[in-house]
C-alpha cells in the first residue's frame, strides 16, 4: 500500500512572508546579490509569482533584508547605557561590544556586509550611515569623557582613526568566524568571544587614546611647530 504523501500546510500572509524573508536572508549570505530572484525562490520552494506577490522588486527584497538583519538588531537599550553618566566608560565600551560582537555580527550580519560592499553597496552605505548618527559620536563623547576632556568638537582625523581601529577590530573577529573560516580564541571554552578579550581590546583603545591625546603629548608637536615659523 502506498503511503499518502502529507498534505501541504497553507500558511498565513504573515508567516508566509516570514518564511521568504528567512529564506532571502540565508540566500543573500550565501550567495550574494549577483543571483536571480528566480534562483531565490526555487531555493525557498515558492513559485517565482509568489515570491513577486509579497516583494515586487529584488531591490524592495533587499531593502527588507537591511531592515531585518541591519537596523532592526539595533538595541535601542544600547543608546541607554551609553548615555548612562554612572557607568565608567570602560564598562560601557566593554557591555555594548560584548554584545554587539556575540549577538548583532552574525554569520548572515556579516556576510550580507561584506557581499553589499563588493557589490553596490546599497546596504553598506546605510548601515555606516546609522553608525555615523547613532554609534560614533557616542563613543567619541565617552573616549574624550574618560580623558576627563569635556567637548563638542567635530572629531579629529586621528581621533576617528583610532576609533575604528577599536571598531573594525571587532568586526574582523566576525570576519575571521564567518568569512575566513577560522577558529576564534576563546570559542572552544565559551559562548562566543570572551567578555574578558572585549575588555582587553576596550581598555588598550582607552589607554592608547589617553597616551596619544594627552595634552603633554600635543604640547612638543605644538612647540616644533611654533619654532619652525620664519621670524
Request: no cysteine.
Amino acid at each position: 500500500m502506498t503511503p499518502e504523501t502529507p498534505a501541504r500546510r497553507r500558511m498565513g500572509v504573515a508567516e508566509r512572508e516570514r518564511h521568504i524573508l528567512d529564506g532571502a536572508i540565508a540566500f543573500f549570505a550565501e550567495h550574494g546579490f549577483g543571483g536571480q530572484l528566480r534562483d531565490l525562490a526555487r531555493s525557498i520552494g515558492v513559485t517565482h509569482a509568489l515570491l513577486y506577490h509579497y516583494f515586487p522588486t529584488k531591490q524592495a527584497l533587499v531593502d527588507r533584508v537591511y531592515l531585518e538583519v541591519f537596523e532592526g538588531r539595533w538595541r535601542a537599550e544600547w543608546d541607554d547605557l551609553l548615555d548612562d553618566p554612572d557607568i565608567s566608560v570602560e564598562d560601557k565600551l566593554t557591555a555594548f561590544y560584548a554584545e554587539y560582537v556575540n549577538i548583532t555580527l552574525s554569520k548572515e550580519f556579516v556576510r550580507i556586509l561584506v557581499f553589499s560592499g563588493l557589490s553596490d553597496h546599497t546596504i553598506t552605505d546605510r548601515f555606516f550611515a546609522m553608525l555615523r548618527v547613532r554609534l560614533f559620536p557616542r563613543l567619541i563623547r565617552e573616549t574624550r569623557r574618560f580623558r576627563n576632556l569635556v567637548s563638542r568638537a567635530r572629531p579629529s582625523e586621528r581621533e576617528m582613526e583610532l576609533l575604528m581601529g577599536l571598531h573594525g577590530g571587532f568586526f574582523y573577529i566576525t570576519m575571521r568566524r564567518w568569512i575566513y573560516a577560522q577558529d576564534v580564541y576563546s570559542e572552544a571554552q565559551h559562548e562566543g568571544y570572551d567578555e574578558a578579550l572585549v575588555r582587553d581590546r576596550v581598555r588598550a583603545y582607552l589607554i592608547a587614546s589617553r597616551e596619544l591625546f594627552a595634552p603633554t603629548a600635543e604640547a612638543p608637536a605644538a612647540a616644533r611647530k611654533k619654532a619652525t615659523r620664519k621670524p
